[in-house]
């Protein structure tokens, strides 16, 4: 069991940077694959970015390219996501998750990650 905590969203400007905190506790994630999604209100969720266990390896939505980065601190069990030149219609609930290693992973897939932390809201205003 793996039991995710967002932290460190709020309200910011267009042009403003947050950073995003996901703790876990429970049994240590240093062997999952971890993701950040987003989900605004009445849209379905979307892939963020997530960074690979086995190599560290990094991927984006293209929308957030060069302008979001996620890293993770295997020794606090905590990931980040920094977030720079925030957009309005990037508000949403931000999601982290952690996928077991599987054949069935794929980055951007919400399906295939196994658990889910409650969500932090980031708000950018115009």
């Known amino acids: 069991q793996v039991q995710l905590v967002e932290s460190g969203g709020g309200l910011v400007q267009a042009g403003g940077s947050l950073r995003l905190s996901c703790a876990a506790s429970g049994r240590t994630f240093s062997n999952y694959n971890m993701g950040w999604f987003r989900q605004a209100s009445g849209k379905e969720r979307e892939f963020v970015a997530a960074i690979r266990w086995s190599d560290g390896r990094t991927f984006y939505k293209d929308a957030v390219k060069g302008r979001f980065t996620i890293s993770r601190d295997n020794a606090k069990n905590t990931v980040y996501l920094q977030m720079n030149s925030l957009k309005p219609e990037e508000t949403a609930v931000y999601y982290c998750?952690?996928?077991?290693?599987?054949?069935?992973?794929?980055?951007?897939?919400?399906?295939?990650?196994?658990?889910w932390g409650q969500g932090t809201q980031v708000t950018v205003s115009s």
């Open positions: 998750a952690a996928a077991p290693a599987s054949a069935f992973y794929y980055y951007s897939n919400p399906m295939t990650y196994n658990y």
